[in-house]
């Protein structure tokens, strides 16, 4: 079982930037792809950027192209996500996953990010 926390999440006005960390403990057998996924009030959950278990691809979502960067340190079982010019339809729950987002894998509690215009 792995666990997942984050935390970076708040309340920032309209383009501005924050940083979201998720660390990663528990019984990893091997490493595996990560991502961050967001959930806003009434929507459904989607995925916003994720990272190949080498760190070598990354994908974006078409929203948060040019805004958004993940990495991720394989040596402290963490990943983050840069998030610059935020915009109020980027207000959400933040959300790490470990695993391949088309495969099960194990989530984060989630973090708040809220937008202000």
């Known amino acids: 079982q792995v666990q997942l926390v984050e935390s970076g999440g708040g309340l920032v006005q309209a383009g501005g930037s924050l940083r979201l960390s998720c660390a990663a403990s528990?019984?990893?057998?091997?490493?595996?792809?990560m991502g961050w996924y967001r959930q806003a009030p009434g929507k459904q959950r989607e995925l916003v950027a994720g990272?190949?278990?080498?760190?070598?691809?990354?994908y974006y979502a078409d929203s948060v192209k040019g805004r958004f960067a993940i990495s991720r340190d394989n040596a402290k079982n963490t990943v983050s996500l840069q998030m610059n010019s935020l915009k109020p339809e980027d207000t959400a729950v933040y959300y790490c996953?470990?695993?391949?987002?088309?495969?099960?894998?194990?989530w984060g509690q989630g973090t708040q990010v809220t937008v202000s215009s």
């Open positions: 528990g019984s990893m057998y091997s490493i595996n792809a």
């Open positions: 990272i190949s278990s080498s760190g070598g691809a990354t």
């Open positions: 996953k470990w695993g391949n987002p088309t495969a099960l894998g194990y």
